[in-house]
């Protein structure tokens, strides 16, 4: 089975618009960890939000929040106010198992265009 | 600050030669990992190091791949005999110990293996 898994392989908004990117996660581990990365076509990975799962707020970093309904296990992305330069591949990935492995397990990514 | 560092970022080789990829992670940080990025496998963790030594390198593809930190501030990641299945994005990534939240991933190596 999937740990994470991405169902939209692309996605399409409107500059200033809103976004929500979806994730679901699979895990029998109380202790877990949620990222979301985003990849430029330049090809870099770089590191939004994070929640963990004893977290009792949903985490947010300026434009980005982290819709985490853990009795569904997802963990959106929500991209307020997009801008062009959201426009990239946005990764989900788990680390289970907090306090006994650093391993992140990622979904297949979710291609964001943002278009004016 | 400075980021992880990776070099080449670009390699192209022929099938059956030794290929090296480097890493120099941020500095302070204790942990060190490598993953592998494709088209058909996505992202995956190939191994990480903690205080130079390797914790989990389950993912490893096979013996022609081995990994080594010899101290704080590098790494290798080397492919004896390289094969075309090899060609990927390596990226090296790092955090400090106690924050769990994030790894800093570096710019990645593209290896093409003709």
């Known amino acids: 089975a999937q740990k994470i898994t991405q169902t939209q392989p692309g996605m399409f908004v409107q500059e200033k618009e809103a976004v929500t990117l979806d994730c679901t996660y699979d895990t029998s581990d109380p202790s877990y960890g949620l990222f979301w990365y985003k990849q430029p076509s330049s090809g870099e990975m770089i590191f939004l939000i994070y929640q963990g799962s004893y977290d009792q707020q949903n985490a947010t970093e300026g434009r980005y929040s982290l819709n985490f309904q853990k009795a569904r296990k997802s963990a959106n992305l929500v991209i307020s106010a997009s801008q062009l330069g959201d426009s990239a591949m946005y990764f989900c990935?788990?680390?289970?198992?907090?306090?006994?492995?650093?391993?992140?397990?990622f979904g297949t990514g979710t291609r964001l265009q943002v278009f004016p | 600050d400075a980021g992880v560092i990776q070099s080449p970022r670009h390699e192209v080789t022929e099938m059956g030669q030794e290929v090296t990829l480097r890493c120099k992670p941020i500095s302070g940080h204790d942990y060190l990992f490598w993953y592998r990025q494709t088209m058909m496998r996505g992202l995956e963790l190939l191994i990480y190091?903690?205080?130079?030594?390797?914790?989990?390198d389950s993912g490893m593809p096979e013996d022609r791949f081995s990994a080594k930190m010899p101290n704080a501030s590098f790494s290798t990641l080397k492919i004896q005999p390289s094969e075309p299945r090899d060609s990927a994005v390596y990226f090296c990534?790092?955090?400090?110990?106690?924050?769990?939240?994030?790894?800093?991933f570096g710019p990645g190596t593209r290896l093409l293996v003709l």
């Open positions: 190091f903690n205080n130079n030594v390797p914790i989990d």
């Open positions: 990935a788990m680390r289970e198992g907090v306090s006994h492995t650093d391993k992140l397990i």
């Open positions: 990534a790092s955090r400090p110990r106690g924050r769990l939240e994030t790894q800093y």
